[in-house]
């Protein structure tokens, strides 16, 4: 049985693995990341290798895999990740400058997490909507485009009370 992943983590994997022929449970390793992370939050290299042992593939294959998409978090985030798209269309169609206006009211670089935990900022690759720019994604889910300074205050705004009314509830 799983030290770091639920019962319910588990079994959502072992629906995965029946998309697949039983002798590629590799091919599910992508979703069983996905799931790994929703539930803890980032894919710590003990994590990694519970998936890896679960699957019955190499740790290093699953580093690999976790390591070269950037949805996957491979180090501790905060409760709202928000990727800017920096690809060239975007960097010149205001996606520098909505990156620059994150960093200045989040007061943190690219890479970094907020103090209180809420906020990390990180670059990202073409999310395919040019035409929409500047792009940023909250959480890996959530695609927000045409985003200027009052929209970007807002959607900050947004998510600093969505935390609060989530921290007011578990109490």
């Not at 205001?94 to 990390?120: K, P, S, V, W, Y």
Request: with cysteine; charged share 20%; aromatic share 4%.
């Amino acid at each position: 049985m799983s030290k770091l992943l639920s019962g319910e983590a588990c079994r959502k994997i072992d629906r995965e693995l029946t998309k697949f022929p039983s002798d590629q449970k590799q091919s599910s390793v992508m979703a069983a990341l996905a799931i790994a992370q929703q539930e803890r939050g980032w894919l710590s290299p003990e994590l990694m290798q519970e998936v890896a042992d679960y699957l019955g593939m190499p740790a290093i294959a699953v580093q690999e895999v976790a390591s070269f998409y950037n949805m996957f978090n491979i180090k501790p985030v905060g409760k709202h990740k928000i990727t800017v798209c920096t690809n060239l269309p975007c960097g010149l169609s205001g996606g520098n400058a909505a990156a620059a206006h994150l960093q200045e009211r989040l007061g943190i670089g690219f890479g970094e997490t907020t103090t209180d935990g809420l906020f990390t900022l990180v670059p990202g690759e073409c999310m395919g909507a040019c035409g929409d720019a500047p792009v940023l994604l909250v959480n890996n889910n959530r695609m927000c485009s045409c985003m200027t300074n009052e929209k970007i205050d807002a959607m900050l705004a947004d998510l600093k009370q969505d935390a609060l009314k989530q921290e007011e509830q578990k109490k």
